[in-house]
C-alpha cells in the first residue's frame, strides 16, 4: 500500500494544518477541482446554450455515471445539494399522518433530528430515538436494539448507514429486509458511504437512499443524489416546485432538475471524482486509510465504541475521551498544533473523530497522538 506523500500535493488543503476531518466536508483533488472549475467557466461563457440545450443531456450522463458507480438505475435517482436536502425530500414525500412513528436512533445527525422534528411537529406525528448502547458489540445487538422499538404506530424506519459523530456503521440491510416484510418504509441516511463504503443500491432496496459525493468521493461541495423506488417516485416532490412541472406527465427526474437559475457544475464533476478516484488505486487508498483508523483506535490510549473491524468502521473513528479533558479540547489541538480534528459531546460524555483519507498518512496519527498525550 502507498502512503499519502504523492497525495498530499494532489489536494489543494493548506500544508500547514494536518487535516484529520475529511469527514465534515471532504476535499476535492486539484485535478477534480479544476474539472469542475471548467464546467463553470462554459456555463458563463455560453450560459443560454448551456443551461437550456445541454444542460439535460449533461446531466444525464453524469447520473449515468453516478448510477454505474452506486448500483442503481440513473433514472431512479436525482442530484441534491446534499444528502440533508435529500434526506428533507423524502421526509416530506413520506406523507405522515396524525399518530404516526418514524423510528430512528440517538447516533443521528443533529441536523435532520431537527428535520424529523419539524416535520413529524407539523404532521401531528413522533420521532422516536432509541437509544444505542456505546461501545456496540455486534451488528445483531444493534438489530435487536432497534427493533425492539417497532411498534404497531410506527411508519417509517429513518437510519444512518453509518452515523456521522460516533462513525460506525449500522447494519441498514438486515434492517430494510425486516421493514419490508413489515410493510414499513425506510429511508437512509447516507451521508458518508459513496467512496468510503461498498454501497450497491438494487442489493439494498431502500424506499429511499440519500448520498452525499462531496464527502469521500472527492466531488465539489454542493454534490449529492436521493435515490427513490421507483413504484414510490410520483409522490416525491422537490422542495422548489418550478419548471419540471411543465407538461402534462412531468417525470420524477424532471421535476428535481428543472427548478430555475441555478448552478450545476458540481453535479457534472462527479463523474471527474469517479474517475480520478479509480486512476489513483483508490480501493488500495482506503485499505490504507482503514489500517491508519484501525491504528488510532488501537494506539491512542483512548476507548474505542465498536469492536476492530471493517464491519463497523472504515477511513475515520470515533474515541471516547476521559474525564477531565478540557472543553476546548478541538481549540488548541487547532491552535496550539494545527490539528483540525472534530470534538463533540454525546450525552454528557466527549469524543474525538479523526478521519483518515488518501492524503493522510502514518505521520498525521502520530502528530494527533502527541497532542493527545500533552493535553488529555
Same mark, same amino acid.
Given at each position: #500500500?502507498?502512503?499519502?506523500?504523492?497525495?498530499?500535493?494532489?489536494?489543494?488543503?493548506?500544508?500547514?494544518?494536518?487535516?484529520? /476531518?475529511?469527514?465534515? %466536508? $471532504?476535499?476535492?483533488?486539484?485535478?477534480? %477541482?479544476?474539472?469542475?472549475?471548467?464546467?463553470?467557466?462554459?456555463?458563463?461563457?455560453?450560459?443560454?446554450?448551456?443551461?437550456?440545450?445541454?444542460?439535460? =443531456?449533461?446531466?444525464?450522463?453524469?447520473?449515468?455515471? *453516478?448510477?454505474?458507480?452506486?448500483?442503481?438505475?440513473?433514472?431512479?435517482? +436525482?442530484? !441534491?445539494? /446534499?444528502? $440533508?436536502?435529500?434526506?428533507?425530500?423524502?421526509?416530506?414525500?413520506?406523507?405522515?399522518?396524525?399518530?404516526?412513528?418514524?423510528?430512528?436512533?440517538?447516533?443521528?445527525?443533529?441536523?435532520?433530528?431537527?428535520?424529523?422534528?419539524? &416535520?413529524? @411537529?407539523?404532521?401531528?406525528?413522533?420521532?422516536?430515538?432509541?437509544?444505542?448502547?456505546?461501545?456496540?458489540?455486534? @451488528? =445483531?445487538?444493534?438489530?435487536?436494539?432497534?427493533?425492539?422499538?417497532?411498534?404497531?404506530?410506527?411508519? +417509517?424506519?429513518?437510519?444512518?448507514?453509518?452515523?456521522?459523530?460516533?462513525?460506525?456503521?449500522?447494519?441498514?440491510?438486515?434492517?430494510?429486509?425486516?421493514?419490508?416484510?413489515?410493510?414499513?418504509?425506510?429511508?437512509?441516511?447516507?451521508?458518508?458511504?459513496?467512496?468510503?463504503?461498498?454501497?450497491?443500491?438494487?442489493?439494498?432496496?431502500?424506499?429511499?437512499?440519500?448520498? /452525499?459525493?462531496?464527502?469521500?468521493?472527492?466531488?465539489?461541495?454542493?454534490? $449529492?443524489?436521493?435515490?427513490?423506488?421507483?413504484?414510490?417516485?410520483?409522490? *416525491?416532490?422537490?422542495?422548489?416546485?418550478?419548471?419540471?412541472?411543465?407538461?402534462?406527465?412531468?417525470?420524477?427526474?424532471?421535476?428535481?432538475?428543472?427548478?430555475?437559475?441555478?448552478?450545476?457544475?458540481?453535479?457534472?464533476? !462527479?463523474?471527474? @471524482?469517479? !474517475?480520478?478516484?479509480?486512476?489513483?488505486?483508490?480501493?488500495? +487508498?482506503?485499505?490504507?486509510?482503514?489500517?491508519?483508523?484501525?491504528?488510532?483506535?488501537?494506539?491512542?490510549?483512548?476507548?474505542?465504541?465498536?469492536?476492530?473491524? =471493517?464491519?463497523?468502521?472504515?477511513? #475515520? &473513528?470515533?474515541?471516547?475521551?476521559?474525564?477531565?479533558?478540557?472543553? /476546548?479540547?478541538?481549540?488548541?489541538?487547532?491552535?496550539?498544533?494545527?490539528?483540525?480534528?472534530?470534538?463533540?459531546?454525546?450525552? =454528557?460524555?466527549?469524543?474525538?473523530?479523526?478521519?483518515?483519507?488518501?492524503?493522510?498518512?502514518?505521520?498525521?496519527?502520530?502528530?494527533?497522538?502527541?497532542?493527545?498525550? @500533552?493535553? !488529555?
Amino acid at each position: #500500500m502507498s502512503d499519502g506523500t504523492h497525495l498530499r500535493e494532489e489536494f489543494l488543503l493548506d500544508p500547514s494544518v494536518t487535516f484529520l /476531518n475529511h469527514g465534515s %466536508f $471532504g476535499a476535492s483533488p486539484r485535478a477534480v %477541482f479544476e474539472s469542475y472549475q471548467e464546467w463553470q467557466l462554459e456555463l458563463e461563457h455560453q450560459p443560454v446554450l448551456f443551461l437550456a440545450r445541454r444542460l439535460d =443531456e449533461l446531466l444525464r450522463e453524469a447520473r449515468a455515471a *453516478v448510477g454505474v458507480y452506486v448500483g442503481a438505475d440513473p433514472d431512479d435517482l +436525482v442530484f !441534491v445539494p /446534499n444528502a $440533508g436536502a435529500g434526506v428533507n425530500v423524502a421526509a416530506w414525500a413520506i406523507g405522515l399522518e396524525a399518530g404516526d412513528e418514524v423510528l430512528s436512533t440517538d447516533l443521528e445527525y443533529g441536523a435532520l433530528d431537527l428535520t424529523w422534528e419539524h &416535520v413529524c @411537529a407539523d404532521r401531528g406525528a413522533r420521532y422516536i430515538r432509541t437509544p444505542i448502547r456505546l461501545p456496540v458489540e455486534s @451488528a =445483531e445487538e444493534i438489530v435487536a436494539t432497534i427493533w425492539a422499538g417497532v411498534g404497531p404506530r410506527t411508519r +417509517v424506519l429513518y437510519l444512518s448507514h453509518h452515523t456521522s459523530n460516533t462513525a460506525l456503521t449500522l447494519p441498514v440491510a438486515e434492517l430494510c429486509r425486516r421493514a419490508r416484510e413489515h410493510g414499513l418504509r425506510t429511508i437512509v441516511d447516507g451521508a458518508h458511504v459513496p467512496g468510503h463504503l461498498p454501497l450497491d443500491l438494487r442489493a439494498l432496496d431502500a424506499d429511499y437512499y440519500a448520498g /452525499n459525493c462531496h464527502k469521500w468521493l472527492c466531488a465539489p461541495k454542493g454534490a $449529492g443524489f436521493l435515490h427513490v423506488r421507483r413504484e414510490l417516485q410520483h409522490g *416525491v416532490h422537490p422542495l422548489v416546485i418550478s419548471w419540471g412541472y411543465d407538461g402534462d406527465s412531468p417525470t420524477f427526474v424532471s421535476r428535481h432538475e428543472k427548478q430555475g437559475t441555478r448552478d450545476p457544475s458540481a453535479y457534472l464533476t !462527479v463523474p471527474a @471524482a469517479i !474517475v480520478w478516484q479509480h486512476e489513483h488505486g483508490w480501493d488500495s +487508498v482506503r485499505e490504507r486509510c482503514h489500517e491508519l483508523a484501525r491504528r488510532a483506535r488501537n494506539e491512542l490510549g483512548l476507548e474505542p465504541l465498536t469492536p476492530d473491524s =471493517e464491519e463497523f468502521f472504515r477511513q #475515520m &473513528v470515533t474515541l471516547r475521551l476521559p474525564p477531565g479533558t478540557p472543553p /476546548n479540547l478541538q481549540e488548541r489541538l487547532y491552535d496550539d498544533y494545527r490539528i483540525e480534528v472534530p470534538v463533540f459531546e454525546h450525552g =454528557e460524555e466527549q469524543f474525538i473523530r479523526p478521519s483518515f483519507q488518501g492524503y493522510n498518512d502514518a505521520g498525521d496519527l502520530e502528530r494527533l497522538r502527541d497532542a493527545l498525550a @500533552a493535553l !488529555v
